[in-house]
């Protein structure tokens, strides 16, 4: 499982899995896994230390439970290529099936791989028993990069959104000439698209379009946003409401006009996007991974690129 002070989509989508699985009567043991992003990143020799500490207590665990089966959340990039091949050898494993859920996957840039890659990709072929994919071309760049298609199988993250909306519930139409709430939400990263979205604001503003966008969220690229905002005197109508609990995030959403999500992030299955789709919220995206494989335009959503431009057209 994921950190339990982690951000993004592992930490609101595993836990009701865990609850399924016990439900079907499984007897499931959860821990923490390391896994998940935080606001403060990791020092590298903390994350090493915390690799370790980690392993050698699956280890244990896995001696004293002997599961059938281990899942573990993960990605797959340098740092978690590294984590997960130590954390199997040190785990020490013989009997137990391996399944590794792929949140988001970098595979296609190890397609040229040094040879330490190589190595650790093989050892990870090897160990593995099977791997939960989210989309289409994350399945095509594994399958070159020589992995078994036999071992990948497509899964969701679980979206709970409904058991919160009211029964009521029912967006209303607005008018050309009034106020758009527009919302982004997720991590503050550079490919994650805040920065397009406020400059797209700045066209929107040039075209006299009425709008407010209210940005959730947090990251490395919250400072940058922000002077963005200062610098075009966007301060009246962008707002930075910082990370929030997922019961606000839901709030947020219901009471938005259109979420805007022009990511280029090697998405996996981002839970913020398809928690809009879940609350009929109209959505502008790119046209890749999951929103590529769920979505089509116009019927759920107006596709763009990340050109701000062009995200202010689709808006």
Known sequence: MPAPDSIGGPISSEPPLVDALRSKGLDVVAETYVYGDKLTPTPFFQRVKRVLRTAFRFRKLVREHRPSVIFLNSAFDKKTIL????????????????????????????????????????????????????????????????????????????????????????????????????LFAARFVPTKGLLPTILACEELRKRGVRFRLKCVGDGETSQEAKDAVGRLALGRVVTFTGQLPEADVTTELLNADIFVFPTSHPEGFPNALFKAVATGLPVVTTNIRAAADYLSDPQNCLYCTTDPANIADRI
């Open 83 to 182: 984590r997960d091949s130590a954390s199997l050898f040190l785990m020490g494993l013989k009997d137990s099936k391996v399944f590794i859920k792929l949140h988001g996957s970098m595979a296609e840039d190890f397609e040229s791989a040094g040879f330490p890659f190589r190595q650790l990709i093989g050892y990870l072929q090897k160990k593995v028993d099977a791997f939960g994919y989210h989309t289409r071309e994350e399945l095509e760049a594994f399958a070159r990069l020589g992995f078994d298609r036999k071992k990948f199988f497509p899964v969701r993250n679980a979206v709970t959104i409904h058991d919160d909306l009211p029964a009521d519930h029912e967006r209303p139409r607005k008018e050309a000439d009034e106020i758009f709430d527009l």
